[in-house]
C-alpha cells in the first residue's frame, strides 16, 4: 500500500504514484488504475505487527545469515 498526500492542482485534487510503486505494478503514462481512496489517521499509520511464527522464522533466518553477512560487510 502507498500512501501519499492530495495536492491541490487547480480547481482539482490529485495523488501521485511513486515511480517504484510504477514499476513495481508494471504500470506506464496512459494505462488505467484502480485507487481506492480512504483518510489516514494516526491509528492507520501504526506499522501493522508481523505474526509470531512469520516473526520467529524470520530471525532463525537472519541468525543463519549473519555470520555471511558479516563477512561481506567486511570486503
Known sequence: ???QKVRRVGNSF???????????????????????VRRVTVETRIKPT???????????????LDADMRFLSDR
Open 14 to 36: 490529485t495523488v501521485t504514484i511513486p515511480r517504484e510503486e510504477m514499476e513495481l505494478q508494471h504500470i506506464k503514462e496512459g494505462d488505467t488504475v484502480s485507487v481506492e
Open 50 to 64: 508481523l505474526s509470531p511464527v512469520f516473526e520467529e522464522a524470520f530471525a532463525a533466518g537472519l541468525s543463519e
Open 1 to 3: 500500500m502507498v500512501t
